[in-house]
Structure formats: structure tokens, C-alpha cells
RNA sequence: GCAGACGUAGUUCAACUGGAUAGAAUAUCGGAUUUCGGCUCCGAGGGUUGAGGGUUCGAAUCCUUCCGUCUGUACCA
């Protein structure tokens, strides 16, 4: 038991004994103590005046006496109106350290025995990622870590959107403009080809609405009948009559994008345990609509269209199964959401999608709760805001997408002019400073991404991204670099790490403790940001971790300290800092450099 | 039209879920350092939390009415 367990206990027994009130555990919790005041941990009494039976600054005097007497971590108490403000005892500080510092398990939380699945990235097979699946796939990578961290078990899953017109369109383009060009031979990454036709598709298909339109067609018209629209579409129904020609085709062009996103998932650093695929999932579901039919939870309507009634539920009446019996997109997510359970047995199911599909999500829920699925509850869709730059929106049509590979290399490129500046990596060999530029260039975009609330709608500023003074992921590698000096210099003039080397420390400098505060909060930031499937959390928590390290590096002598109870208490705070950095970073997909 | 989300220093974001004088970063201005790393630290200015009303001891947060921005509302995926 720490001792804000005992200091929660005490509180309750003051309440015991001082106005007989039975206070549970539950409701009872501290906050950090605003830095304007004394003290570490705040009360907050105004919830409890009516047990008290007491004005607001009464309650909390007795309340902070009985604790000065009884529970030894409190060392003093001030009020402020309704604040009991308790000052900690810096023994206990130091106890509170010792603890967090012989943690074998630091920044992983016991099991809990729960399964869940977290299916992000999901892309399209016509063309490359941009800025918007780089949000998508940081986060889920990072959602996924956060849960493992808090004790779940977890299955990162990809469902590839590999079939369909969109599809279709790349691989007509193909045929007519391609002239057998290959990733080899045109220098281009595979998914990069693949949008290079889907694109193609696109202007001529432009071209002919436009000749449709001037030989006197409405422009409605022209887009349903222009010749390459129709080629497109007949594909699709060779496609789906496993036509040889065609699937033949639908088979090379995927190969070539797969090896072009197994590139570009290596670089952004995500992985995956399942890779699900449309093509193999887009029939599923139709038993369900059954199912649903004979519960009673879908109905009929005269053409045989089945339909769901959620108005009860504040929502519309939805198609779940078209008229002539094929599916519709939700079809195959209820079929889909039935297979993850059957191959995983989860309890849980995250979808990283974005919120312009939260209508859509909502009423696959409801449907699948409706219907008394086991993992009904633990569906839930973590749904994130778009990503605006400062030009605009982006539109793929209009070309101001921002291309995935493109930015990494960019990020990647800028992180080496701005370290070759500073001069500081002598001594590093090639691919040392290869491998350093990667890091910096891929912490400064991803903690660009993760840093902001998921559901907040946010902007991309490509200066502000790669800048690395303030909030930026590089501040925080920095802050990692610079402790793994002082521990390389440590351990070279044998400084004793055991807690026993400090074991009699009784005074503390103030940044001191409120580090050791920080650190110790560790473990439940972590728990926070996988509850609220928030990487922004965590992100927040580090970076104010790395501020107020650098703030007692500041003001406070390590090599210089005369004290060696002292120097080594300093020196393993800094061991613990730099090794919750490295844990926290890792858990939003970034790693740390030993040197920079 | 209807439904939902959002609106906080010049800018980008926080605010531990209803708690204290709304905090950081950045930009601007001023200062520090015989130290183990000047990508560091300290300080200053900058706010009617879109507007009004309500609930509460207490509201950026909850309710309500406006205003603004965005998304969704397909027998598309």
C-alpha cells in the first residue's frame, strides 16, 4: 500500500470518527495540488459537507488534524475555502521512490484475462496511404500497445479493402494505358503505380463525360454512361464471376500494393496479428439477416428489401439486405464483426475509423446488441477527427493530399539537415546516423499526430511538425538522449545505483519530489489512456515529465554534489526517468536514441 | 430540413470528467549558466472559454436558446 492508498484510508477514518459518516472508498480520491500552493495532494471537501454537517474550511481543518496525528505520510495541512492542501513527509518521498525504482514491471499492468481486438489502418487497394491513414495507423498501433500495457490481450487486426469498383477502376486504366509497366520497370512503389491509374481513370473518364456532354447528353447521364465506367463496372462482374482474365489481373496489382504498404507499415513502425480481406469477407453476413429476420430484430418490406427499425433508439430505419438479396456495406460488417469473434474469442472490439462513419458505426452496434451478441458491449468505435492543413482541406481530386511516404522522407530528411547542423554526432558511424535521423524524423510526426485528443478534428502545420524545441516528440528524445550521458558517465566512475546507496536520506530539493510524484503516476496515466483509448494522454504525461527532469537537471548538482547519498539518489532518479521515458515512448510507437 | 461533433491567449493544444487565480507550447520581450550536453533553465506580457439565459457553494465542462464551422443523413463502400 502507497501512501495515497493511506492517506484515502485516513481520510475515511476521519470521517468515522470525527462525524460519524460512512464514507466509501470510491468516492474518496486526491488531486495534484496546484503549484500556487502548498503542498502535494489536494482535497477536495465541498461533496462532503453534508456528512460533515460543517462549513467548508471546519470540515477540512478537522479532517487535515486527525490526518497530521494519525497517518504518518501527512507530514503538514493548509485551507483554502473548500482545499485541504496536504503536505507529504519527505521520508515518504523517498519510500515512494524505492518502491517505483525496484519495480520489475514498470509500465505493464497485471492481466486482466481479457481479449480485445483493435482493427486500424483498413486501407484501400487503388491507391498509396496519405496524412489521413497516418493518423489511423499511429493510433491504432498505439491504442493496441496502450491495451496490452493495462493488462489486456490484444489482437492487432487489418481488414483490407482489396475488392470493388474502386478496384476495378485502377485495373481498367491499367489495361488501357499501361503497356505491361511494372513496379521494376517504372522505378515506382507498387501502390504508388496503382494510383497512378486509379488517377489516370479518372482524368479520361473526365474526358469522356465532357465529349458525352457536348454531343448532348445531361451531365447526370454522361457519368453513368461513359464507356470506361461501364468497362469498370462489367469488370467488377467478371471479377465476381471469378473470371480467370480478370482475377488474373486483380491478383498482379495487388501484389504489387501489398509490397508497397508491407514498405511504408515497416517504416511507420505498426504491425499486424490477422489481416482480414474483403474479397474474402464481402459475402458474410447474409446468415445473420436470417437470423435477425426470425428474432424478430429485422424486418421485410414488400420488394424483400430487410430493414432494421432503430427509431426507438433515437435513430432511422436502415437497410441491412437489398431487394434483390445482395449485400450492402453493412452486411458484410455484421458478418465480419462475427468472424473476429469466432477466430479470437474477444471480449472486446476496437474499430480505428473516422468519425465521418459514426453514423454508421452507431447502427452496426446497435444491430449487433440487438441481436445479443456476447461481445456486444465491448464494441467500440474510436472515432478519430480529420486531419486539416493550413492550405485547406485535403481532396484527393484535387491533388492536395499529402502523401504518407512523401512526408516520412520529408520528416526523415529534415531531422538529418537539422542534426547535422547542431554538429553533435561525431563519432557516429553511416548507418548510426541513418538510423538516428530515422528516429528523430519519425518521433517528430508521430507525436505530432498523438498528442492531440483522437476525437479532436486537428492541423497538420509541416514547420511546426518538424520543429524540435517545446511539445515535440525529438524535446522528449532529447531529454532520454541527455540522462543516458549522465548514466554512461556514471557507470564510469562507479556510481552505486542500489537503493542501500540512499537509504538514509531524509531532505529533498522540491523538483525532487515532484518528479518522483510524476514517475509514480506512471501506471495510472497509462490505464487512463488506454480507458479513454487516448495516446494523447500519454503523450502529455511524458512531455511533462521530460519539462520537469530538465528543471532539476537545471537547479540541482549531480557529479558535482559532494553528498554521495545524495549523487546517487540523483543519479537513479535519472536511471528511473530515462527508463519510464523509453517504456512511455515505445507505447506511442516512438523509440529513443541513446545519443543524439 | 433532421441528427451528431466542434468553437478556449496571435497560433497549435491542455484543463485528471463539476473544483482554487483557465494552464502548456510557440511567437514576442527580458534574464540565467566555471556543471554531467545552449535542441537547457527562469521570468514578463497575452483570455468576457463564440453570445445570451439557467442549474450549483462552485461551470470551459451540465441544461436551454441563438450564432458559426464541419460531418452524416444512398437499395455507394
Known amino acids: 500500500m502507497n501512501f495515497q492508498d493511506s492517506i484515502l484510508k485516513g481520510i475515511q477514518d476521519a470521517f468515522a470518527s470525527s462525524f460519524q459518516a460512512t464514507i466509501p472508498l470510491e468516492q474518496l480520491s486526491l488531486a495534484p495540488t496546484k503549484k500556487e500552493f502548498e503542498g502535494s495532494y489536494t482535497f477536495v471537501v465541498f461533496p462532503f459537507l453534508k456528512q460533515s454537517q460543517l462549513g467548508p474550511e471546519a470540515t477540512a481543518t478537522q479532517l487535515g488534524t486527525y490526518l497530521k496525528t494519525n497517518v504518518a505520510a501527512v507530514k503538514d495541512f493548509n485551507v483554502v475555502k473548500g482545499f485541504l492542501n496536504l503536505v507529504v513527509a519527505q521520508e515518504e518521498w523517498i519510500q515512494l521512490f524505492k518502491q517505483v525504482y525496484s519495480s520489475a514491471t514498470l509500465g505493464q499492468l497485471p492481466s486482466n484475462g481479457q481479449k480485445v ?123 465476381e464471376d471469378q473470371d480467370p482474365e480478370v482475377i488474373g489481373l486483380w491478383n ?130 474510436l472515432s478519430y477527427g ?38 553533435k554526432i561525431e563519432g557516429f558511424t553511416e548507418a548510426q546516423a541513418t538510423e538516428l535521423y530515422e528516429m528523430l524524423g519519425m518521433g517528430a510526426l508521430k507525436y505530432f499526430l498523438l498528442k492531440v485528443d483522437p476525437k479532436k478534428r486537428m492541423l497538420f502545420n509541416p514547420q511546426e511538425s518538424i520543429e524540435f524545441q517545446g511539445n515535440t516528440g525529438p524535446f522528449i528524445q532529447y531529454s532520454h538522449a541527455r540522462i543516458a550521458a549522465i548514466l554512461r558517465k556514471a557507470e564510469q566512475i562507479g556510481v552505486n545505483l542500489s537503493a542501500d546507496s540512499f537509504a538514509n536520506l531524509s531532505e529533498l530539493a522540491e523538483t525532487e519530489s515532484a518528479l518522483i510524484q510524476l514517475l509514480n503516476d506512471f501506471e495510472r496515466k497509462i490505464k487512463m489512456a488506454a480507458e479513454e483509448y487516448s495516446p494523447a494522454i500519454l503523450a502529455q504525461y511524458l512531455f511533462d515529465l521530460a519539462k520537469e527532469y530538465n528543471r532539476f537537471y537545471a537547479e540541482l548538482p549531480i557529479f558535482h554534489e559532494k553528498d554521495s547519498q545524495l549523487q546517487s539518489f540523483r543519479v537513479a532518479l535519472s536511471l528511473q526517468t530515462a527508463k519510464t521515458i523509453k517504456r512511455g515512448m515505445s507505447l506511442i510507437g516512438i523509440q529513443v536514441p541513446e545519443r543524439m
Open 117 to 239: 481486438m483493435v482493427e486500424y489502418s483498413s486501407p484501400n487497394t487503388n491507391k498509396p496511404l496519405h496524412l489521413g491513414h497516418l493518423r489511423n495507423n499511429f493510433l491504432g498501433y498505439s491504442v493496441a500497445e496502450l491495451l496490452k500495457a493495462s493488462g489486456y490481450e490484444v489482437v492487432k487486426a487489418n481488414l483490407v479493402n482489396d475488392r470493388g469498383i474502386h478496384i476495378c477502376k485502377s485495373m481498367v486504366a491499367y489495361e488501357h494505358f499501361g503497356n505491361e509497366e511494372t513496379p521494376a520497370s517504372s522505378g515506382l512503389k507498387g501502390d504508388h503505380l496503382a494510383g497512378k491509374y486509379y488517377v489516370l481513370f479518372d482524368s479520361h473518364y473526365k474526358a469522356q463525360q465532357k465529349g458525352l456532354m457536348e454531343g448532348g447528353q445531361s451531365e447526370e447521364d454522361a457519368k453513368k454512361n461513359a464507356p470506361l465506367l461501364l468497362e469498370a463496372q462489367e469488370m467488377l462482374r467478371k471479377w
Open 252 to 381: 498482379k496489382m495487388n501484389g504489387w500494393v501489398y509490397e508497397g504498404f508491407a514498405a511504408t507499415y515497416k517504416r511507420m513502425g505498426v504491425d499486424f496479428d490477422v489481416t482480414y480481406y474483403e474479397s474474402n469477407t464481402y459475402l458474410l453476413g447474409k446468415d445473420i439477416v436470417e437470423e435477425g429476420l426470425s428474432k424478430g430484430v429485422f424486418f421485410k418490406k414488400e420488394n424483400g428489401s430487410v430493414w432494421v427499425d432503430l427509431t426507438e433508439e433515437g435513430l432511422d430505419e436502415k437497410l441491412v439486405l437489398r431487394g434483390d438479396g445482395t449485400s450492402v456495406y453493412i452486411t458484410q460488417d455484421m458478418g465480419t464483426a462475427d468472424l473476429k469473434y469466432q477466430d479470437h474469442q474477444i471480449n472486446k472490439s476496437v474499430y480505428v475509423v473516422g468519425n465521418e462513419q459514426d453514423y454508421h458505426f452507431d447502427v452496426l452496434f446497435k444491430i449487433m446488441r440487438k441481436l445479443g451478441r456476447s461481445y456486444g458491449p465491448g464494441l467500440y468505435h
Open 386 to 423: 480529420m486531419v486539416d492543413l493550413p492550405t485547406g482541406k485535403m481532396k484527393s481530386r484535387e491533388g492536395t493530399v499529402v502523401d504518407a511516404d512523401e512526408l516520412m522522407e520529408e520528416m526523415v530528411a529534415t531531422a538529418a539537415h537539422h542534426t547535422k547542423e547542431l554538429g
